[in-house]
DNA sequence: GAGTGGGCGTAAAGATTGTGTAAACGAAAA
DNA sequence: TTTTCGTTTACACAATCTTTACGCCCACTC
């Protein structure tokens, strides 16, 4: 998941190449688009809005230059061209008109991934703040910083108290059954020591609950496991 | 004048392709800085401040990819690797160390020039972001000219300190675990060392706390990992 | 309707691991 | 040589996890 998602416009007009850069990018994560002509490309291109290009220069209905000169007259997006064309010449080229990188066929898919990596890595926005907040009563958790507030205050929770509380928040409303809950927090082998979970949502109770001792959020499903009800 | 008097940081220990890796920049109106090893490359990139960097990963004194982690760890420069290893994994370690292209010798002078060119013109674009300065408590830390103020006075820190600090900073507020700091810092193979973090905060937290005992900043996630509170 | 047992909550004492601190060593730099 | 820095070793203390013990509630049975 290295990709993290990225959207990827592939175009070549290569059947082949195009279906083994496909799969190994979405391997690593990638949601891919493809076209396999320069015309169908650029209308790919202002459609998706994909945060990096993988050009093929060799396409059948247009130079591959002035499809990187079309999109660099709008768009800033990294380019990473593939080439057959192994002369000095032609790779200057195609920097100069504005591609980011240059591949040459035939190449590593490994190699590959990684410089679709730098090249996202450095597009990358830096701000971001994914705003991951999951609330509930008074309480706030903030998923990206492994932070907890109650009430406004911050909450100190323990690992596996933080562990037990994701695991409900990500099933958040539905019930967790006793098994799953110790396999995901303490893992396996473990499944037997149910009451760790007792002890754990005590605690959570305890530091998160307005009146712990009747839980409005954390609750107890009998017989079957537990409920964080949002 | 296509590098529109550019400053490129040119680390390499073989004096001929030094020489004329220099004569071309300059040619093309780029003004030039050299280091012939990775720990006077160091000190050259955090004092000229350059532009872009060329490293050759071969050195005599420090592994390549160690100089790529550490200048990550505090600045987005462009890095156009140099490297007689063809190797598509050697390829890939640099790129996912950070750096932004790969360049195998024998290279010719244009390919290098077209690269210099596409990736100057790749970081021109988000000019405005200067002024890097963090700042929590009383500390003031300059990520672009590796600086660091406690209450006004400059504070000397380490490689290893600064790094870490780096990181943390990186990831303002949210937990960085063991694993991840030890990455990023110590780089891999170091895994399992984190004696090394409990050492290297307690130094930061010495140089840069008010009252080192009760840390407001550099906090302890226990188990888990630090986080940089500000 | 008193007894019984499972499931649950509560409490507190070990046991274990993680963390902070100090100090010493050797290699490299000044 | 002296200084600085990264590494290694040692140990005390704190935080956390685990274990053990006990009481309550409720459904069910006799």
Redesign the interface.
Known sequence: MSLAAARILLIEDDAVIRGFVRESLQTEGGEVFEADTGARGLIEAATRQPALLILDLGLPDRDGLDVIRDIRSWS?L?IIVLSARTQ??A??AA??A????YLIKPF?V??L???V??QL??AAV?AGAAEAVFRFGSNEVDL????VLHAGEEVHL??LEYRLLATLIREQGRVVTHRQLMQEVWGPGYAERTHYLRIYMKQLREKLEDNPAQPAFLLTETGVGYRLQA
Chains 1, 2 share one sequence.
């Open positions: 800033q990294p000095e010449t790779k200057v920097l100069d504005g591609a980011d990188d590593g490994p190699e991934l990684a410089r990596r730098a890595r450095r830096p990206a910083q492994r932070r323990t690992q």
